[in-house]
């Protein structure tokens, strides 16, 4: 047994892994997030994608002992206890989902491109999402609520910007003082 820290979802969780055991197995059956889902066993459906230290991986292809020291992001981790993640919407607004076995594969692996490049275009999002497989659709409703997710996470953000902008009685800063750059994440997609 491999005694494994990491960071699941945001929150600390430590436990023993056999060390031939999957990453998804270990996330499924060790730390009970049955979210991702097993598809093909050999990386080719995307089914099982998480992000592991800033990257998209197919967790079925990944030892859960590599997961030590880590921080795994699942499709659990993508909502807040208040709302769905702006994706999570969109496929439920678009219809962008079946039987639901690739649906938690193309969330993680959408909401890691948003994160990366949050104004990507068709090609580009058709481009990140080729490691992920449908069986049941065709991809344009997929595609549609990445796009749709774009928007909604951009008017959020903008909403945001223009409540923390708003001075307060308590502060005498200008809201043009300081500026906040976000840098994008290092790393590239499945392919």
């Known amino acids: 047994m491999v005694h494994v820290k990491t960071t699941i979802n ?10 031939y055991l999957s990453l ?13 889902k097993e598809g093909c ?7 099982c994608t998480v992000i ?14 590599e997961a030590n020291g ?30 639901g076995i690739c649906t938690p594969g193309f969330l993680v692996s959408a ?24 069986r049941c659709t065709g991809y344009d409703k997929i595609v549609r609520a990445v796009i749709k997710a774009e928007d909604m996470s951009s008017q959020l953000s903008k909403s945001k910007a223009k409540v923390a902008a708003k001075p307060t009685a308590k502060s005498s800063a200008s809201p043009k003082a300081s500026s906040v750059r976000s840098s994008g994440r290092s790393g590239s997609g499945r392919k």
């Open 24 to 36: 998804l197995d270990t996330i499924r059956e060790v730390v009970g997030l049955t979210g991702a």
């Open 41 to 47: 066993l050999d990386g080719n459906c995307g089914a």
């Open 111 to 134: 909401a890691a491109l948003l994160k990366r490049e949050p104004k990507a275009n068709e090609q580009r999002i058709r481009h990140w999402l080729a490691g992920n497989l449908c």
């Open 70 to 99: 880590g921080e795994i992001t699942t499709v659990e981790g993508l909502a807040t206890p208040d709302a769905l993640h702006p994706l999570q919407q969109a496929f439920l607004e678009e219809a962008a989902l079946q039987c």
């Open 10 to 19: 945001g929150q600390p969780a430590e436990f023993l892994v056999p060390a």
């Open 52 to 65: 592991l230290n800033g990257r998209i991986v197919d967790s079925c292809l990944v030892l859960g002992a």
